[in-house]
Structure formats: structure tokens, C-alpha cells
């Protein structure tokens, strides 16, 4: 029987991505790479083994799960003239995700994952355009251009890197939305979107609506 070049781009696509499953259980008896941006040991980097991540570090010295910075209520004054439609913070440095309600009434923070590099990463003001439960995914150009064998589209489900839930902002090819890779929360693991546990996400959602403000520091 033969396949199709897509059938066997995404068969080779969900096998990379059962390889990345499988080294991150023996992280020890693989050969380490580093970032240069960090230096931080990184693993499964040469063939991106799943969309929207390069390498994806481990800082062998920390507890990523646990950022105390990340987890202080923080006022949003400092950071917006005012609530109108809600605000989401990205603070790419203490990788969290802060949001407020309009009325001020509802504050949460999330853990997340940012961009590995700083080529990478966009910084600024933005906004949610478009909310999308069950994202389907599809690499952009220069994704594609440096991974070919990535698929060209994967629907929604298990193995659809950006999880059950996204948020579109304005700027192109930029989302915030969840993964079910839960290893990547609290690192360097994205080529440029914001990453939040699944069950994070849809809470966000929730919250978020068409128009709530984003800011990226």
C-alpha cells in the first residue's frame, strides 16, 4: 500500500515527537547540548521534534515549576492606563502569565513557557483577536523552511501543539496557548508564542475576551 508524502511526513512527525517523549525520561544518557543565548544545558534541538518549540532547556540548578517572582500578586497600574476589556501580562523574564478583569474583581497568574531566544521573542503591546477551542496548527513559512519534514497541517487533538484552547493576538503567527507537552511550562521552549498548562489556558479563555489587552515585557 502506498502512503502519501503528507501520510509520511506525519508519521515521521509523530514519531519525532514519541522520540522527544521518550529522551525526556533519560535525560542523564543523552549527549548535552547548549544554548548560547543561555548556556543552559538543551536537548532534542536539531530537528525541532516538536512545532513551535526549539530546544527545550533544563536548568539542571533550578526548580522551573517554581518562580517565587512569578507568583506575587501584582498590581496592573504600572503596566496599563486602564482595564477596558481585561489585560493579560506576559513577563517573558519571570515566565508568567498575569491577567485582570475589567472590573478589576478576578486577578490570576500561570505559569508559561516563552520563546528560546531572543531573535525570537516580541516584545510590546498587542491584543486578543480571535479565540479558538480545539486549534487546529500548521508551521509558518520559516518554521517549515527549517524543519521540512514537519507536517503541513495537524488538526485538533493529543497531538496538536498548541493544545486545546488559543488565543490569537494581533501580531502574526503569535498565540498564547496550551501544550500538552507539560515539560515545556517554565522554560525556553517556543519559537515565539506563549505556553500555558492546558488546564491554565482554558481558564484564561474563559476570562479573555475579544479585544482584552496583552503586553509583552
Known amino acids: ?49 516538536t512545532p513551535d518549540a526549539g530546544m527545550v532547556q533544563y536548568d539542571n540548578e533550578g526548580d522551573q515549576r517554581h518562580n517565587i517572582s512569578s507568583f506575587r500578586t501584582q498590581d ?3 503596566y496599563f492606563t486602564n482595564l477596558t476589556n481585561g489585560a493579560i501580562l506576559c513577563d517573558i523574564t519571570s515566565r508568567a502569565v498575569h491577567f485582570w478583569s475589567e472590573d478589576g474583581n478576578t486577578y490570576r497568574v500561570y505559569p508559561s513557557s516563552i520563546p528560546v531566544s531572543k531573535d525570537l521573542t516580541r516584545l510590546g503591546r ?14 509558518t513559512p520559516a518554521m517549515k523552511k ?5 507536517p503541513d497541517f495537524v488538526p485538533p487533538g493529543p497531538d496538536n501543539p498548541l493544545g486545546t484552547h488559543a488565543l490569537w ?7 498564547i496557548h496550551g501544550t500538552h507537552d507539560t515539560r515545556k511550562i517554565g522554560r525556553k521552549s517556543s519559537n515565539g508564542c506563549i505556553g500555558l498548562y492546558n488546564e491554565h489556558i482554558k481558564e484564561l479563555f474563559g476570562f479573555a475576551n475579544i479585544g482584552t489587552q496583552v503586553l509583552l515585557i
Open 146 to 150: 527549517s524543519n521540512p519534514a514537519w
Open 126 to 139: 498587542t491584543e486578543i483577536i480571535k479565540k479558538v477551542e480545539g486549534p487546529s496548527w500548521a508551521p
Open 1 to 49: 500500500m502506498l502512503m502519501s508524502s503528507t501520510a509520511l511526513n506525519r508519521r515521521a512527525f509523530l514519531g519525532s515527537a514519541a522520540a522527544i517523549g521518550v529522551a525526556g525520561l533519560a535525560l542523564p544518557g543523552r549527549a548535552q547540548e547548549f544554548d548560547p543565548n543561555t548556556g543552559q544545558p538543551s536537548y532534542d534541538a536539531a530537528n525541532g521534534a
Open 76 to 78: 496592573w497600574r504600572p
Open 169 to 175: 493576538l494581533s501580531w502574526q503567527y503569535y498565540r
